[in-house]
């Protein structure tokens, strides 16, 4: 059983495409992170949320409690944007992860 | 620079032998964690330390063990006991709960 479900598990996209990776959780939040991680492996996070939305460049990302739901969107992808995005939720003092989304941005 | 530093970034080791892997921050985080990371699997937490000289077991702590003698650092070891340790093992940290995590750069191990 996941806490945390991502989808899609992989994407393919064209440079400038407008890409959503969604992201659904089970367990009561006080938070939701993004995350990316490079083909080296290391990790950046790009967002916390813990309601509505919030914007950073070309990325934006919207959470709905009601709903236990997160969306992550690229506007005018690029391929530098190729990575793996991961969603984690913080419930208690325990992050948990979903499996990522490996997105591809073709040039 | 603050930031997390994990070594060796890889490791190669013989079965049967225990393997410490390190983890320093200069971020001045109480909170720090180790997970480790698996083909098409999510991250799992091996141990957290909310605080110095404590520290709870995570999901999958059965074959690791680690310590927590100073702030800035969260030391892990992977003992004969892990059954598959071959992996590639993540440290973060942050300030407390909610809040950004912080990770290191990977230690990817390989027993052979």
């Known amino acids: 059983k996941n806490e945390v479900e991502q989808s899609p598990q992989n994407l393919t996209a064209q440079e400038g495409e407008f890409i959503t990776i969604n992201c659904s959780y089970s367990?009561?939040?006080?938070?939701l992170h993004w995350l990316q991680q490079h083909p080296g492996g290391g990790i950046v996070s790009l967002f916390m949320l813990s309601s509505g939305k919030k914007k950073h460049g070309r990325l934006i990302a919207t959470i709905n409690i009601q709903e236990k739901h997160s969306s992550l969107h690229i506007t005018a992808s690029h391929p530098r944007d190729s990575a793996v995005y991961i969603c984690?939720?913080?419930?208690?003092?325990?992050?948990?992860f979903g499996t990522g989304t490996s997105l591809t941005v073709i040039p | 620079d603050g930031g997390i530093t994990q070594s060796p970034k890889y490791l190669f080791r013989k079965e049967g032998q225990n393997v410490t892997l390190s983890c320093e921050q200069n971020l001045n985080h109480d909170a720090m964690y180790w997970y480790r990371q698996d083909p098409g699997q999510g991250l799992r937490l091996i141990y957290y330390s909310q605080i110095v000289n404590d520290f709870q077991k995570g999901d999958i702590a059965e074959g690791y063990s680690v310590s927590r003698e100073k702030k800035e650092s969260f030391p892990l070891t992977v003992t004969s006991a892990q059954k598959n340790p071959t992996a590639f093992y993540l440290c973060?940290?942050?300030?407390?709960?909610?809040?950004?995590?912080?990770f290191g750069p990977g230690t990817r191990l390989t027993v052979l």
């Open positions: 984690a939720v913080l419930g208690g003092n325990q992050f948990y």
């Open positions: 973060a940290s942050t300030r407390g709960a909610p809040d950004t995590q912080y």
């Open positions: 367990v009561g939040i006080s938070a």
